[in-house]
């Protein structure tokens, strides 16, 4: 299992961590608080503004708007 957001008071969140990493030993998760009303997350973004969460478009800085085509060699595809 990856990839789970969650919005919870921040009082709350070591106590639900704590809750989730119980459930069982091999099933451990790891948390990202979020920095000045801010997390990334997968290509959203996600804002806190006026206690309401707002969500964008997220994309890095080295992000160019071009996509492999599925059809291209496998040598591209590996990278190398």
Known sequence: MNDIIL?????SINNILKIFNSLHIRLQFTMEIGIDDRLSFLDTIFLIEEQSLVFNEYRKIT??????????????KRGG
């Open 7 to 11: 919005a919870a008071p921040l009082e």
């Open 63 to 76: 992000f160019f708007g071009k996509f492999l085509n599925f059809n291209s060699p496998l040598y591209y």
